[in-house]
Every structure is written in structure tokens, then in C-alpha cells.
């Protein structure tokens, strides 16, 4: 089960934001990775990535997005937050069968 | 272009079976494993099933499993969802993606619309 919070974030242009996603199990797989990854979904769009493996930032991806954590506690966090970011933000774990989702965090602007 | 397009959605009666294709371009689609996930309406994301590069290896939620079945035709690029014994709670839309690495996707079709209602 993954576990994220907040459920929804309003946050003012420019100033960061912070997202947490909590795991009941370890994520860390033997060979030494840990599969977590972030999406965003912006309104009507299809999901999009933007870290995996905890915090290696996807292609293209500004580097105001950054992610951490380890074993089972993540967190994605927004640097100075623009217009562009507002949408649904999930993690999701790929360390275990069944692939799992957290519940998603809706971020919106000011 | 790297794309994939999904088709095949539509609406059907509880009990009754469809087939989602997923047709992948802009890539070498016989090298990468591909997922279905799936959106019911106003609702998160929910993986439903994923295979791999050659199709021997396949794996489902378990609110699918013995109901749905993922393939793939390297020959033509693409990706299937058969869909058997559909209930109201498969209504929802369903996304193609393709693996990056261990699960986190990194392109996305638009996904296809499935209703199942009486």
C-alpha cells in the first residue's frame, strides 16, 4: 500500500511545495535500487513521468522537481512552484507485484 | 515520433468481453515491456497488468487476473488487452505505457475510454 499526503497542497507561485509517500513495505530491491517513481497529471492530460528510482529526474523534467527518501518514506518536493505544475502528482512503487500507486496529491495555485 | 494509440474502447454490457489495442510507434516496441493502467472516472491510477519484451511473461492485478489477458504482435507493434466478463467496476480509462525501467513509464498513450452498463 502506498500512502501519500497530502491529499491536496494550494500553493503560492514561487515557493516550494513537498509531498510525501509512504510505502508498507521496503521499496529497496537486492540489487541496491529502490523503484519509486513520480508522476504528474495535469488536468485532461495523461500521467507524465518525472523522477524514478527515487530521484533520478526523467528526461526533460526541470530541475525544480526532486526526489528522496529511502526503504519505505519518499518525497517529492517543488522548488519554487509555477502554473505549469498545478495537476495530480502520484508516486508509485515497482519493487513489488502488484505495481501500486499512492492515492494522488492534487496541487493547485494561489 | 515516439507515440502510442490506443483504440478499441467503447461501451458494453456487464458480462460482455472487449479488446484494447495499443499501437506503438517511434520506437524498437520488441525491446520494451508494456503496461495497462487504468482510471475510473475522477479517480487515481490503478496498474492492471504489464509483459514482457517477447509476451512469455505476464503479469495482472489481481482484480483482473483469470478475466483480462495482455498480448503483443511484435510483427505489427502493438499491444492488447482482452477483456472477458466485464463488470460496472472496469469502467474506466485505460492507458498503454511503456516501461522505462522496473515500472515507472515514461510515454504514455491517451488513453480509451470502457463503460460497462446495462
Known amino acids: 500500500v502506498m500512502t501519500q499526503t497530502p491529499l491536496s497542497l494550494s500553493v503560492t507561485p514561487g515557493q516550494p511545495a513537498s509531498i510525501t509517500c509512504k510505502s508498507s513495505?521496503?521499496?529497496?530491491?537486492?540489487?541496491?535500487?529502490?523503484?519509486l517513481c513520480w508522476y504528474l497529471q495535469k488536468p485532461g492530460q495523461s500521467p507524465q513521468l518525472l523522477i524514478y528510482?527515487?530521484?533520478r529526474r526523467f528526461s526533460g523534467v526541470p530541475d525544480r522537481f526532486s526526489g528522496s527518501g529511502s526503504g519505505t518514506d519518499f518525497t517529492l518536493q517543488i522548488s519554487r512552484v509555477e502554473a505549469e505544475d498545478v495537476g495530480v502528482y502520484y508516486c508509485?512503487?515497482?519493487?513489488?507485484?502488484?505495481?501500486?500507486f499512492g492515492g494522488g496529491t492534487k496541487v493547485e495555485i494561489k | 515520433e515516439v507515440q502510442l494509440v490506443e483504440s478499441g474502447g467503447g461501451l458494453v454490457h456487464p458480462g460482455g468481453s472487449l479488446r484494447l489495442s495499443c499501437a506503438a510507434s517511434?520506437?524498437?516496441?520488441?525491446?520494451?515491456?508494456m503496461h495497462w493502467v487504468r482510471q475510473a472516472p475522477g479517480k487515481g491510477l490503478m496498474w492492471v497488468s504489464d509483459?514482457?519484451?517477447?509476451?512469455?511473461?505476464?503479469y495482472y492485478a489481481d482484480s483482473v487476473k483469470g478475466r483480462f489477458t495482455i498480448s503483443r504482435d511484435n510483427a505489427k507493434n502493438t499491444l492488447f488487452l482482452q477483456m472477458n466478463s466485464l463488470r460496472a467496476e472496469d469502467t474506466a480509462k485505460y492507458y498503454c505505457?511503456?516501461?522505462?525501467?522496473?515500472?515507472?513509464?515514461?510515454?504514455w498513450g491517451q488513453g480509451t475510454m470502457v463503460t460497462v452498463s446495462s
Open positions: 505505457a511503456r516501461d522505462l525501467h522496473w515500472g515507472a513509464s515514461d510515454i
Open positions: 517511434g520506437f524498437t516496441f520488441s525491446s520494451r515491456w
Open positions: 509483459i514482457d519484451t517477447d509476451g512469455s511473461t505476464t
Open positions: 513495505q521496503s521499496l529497496l530491491h537486492s540489487d541496491g535500487n529502490t523503484y
Open positions: 528510482e527515487v530521484s
Open positions: 508509485m512503487q515497482g519493487r513489488h507485484l502488484p505495481l501500486t
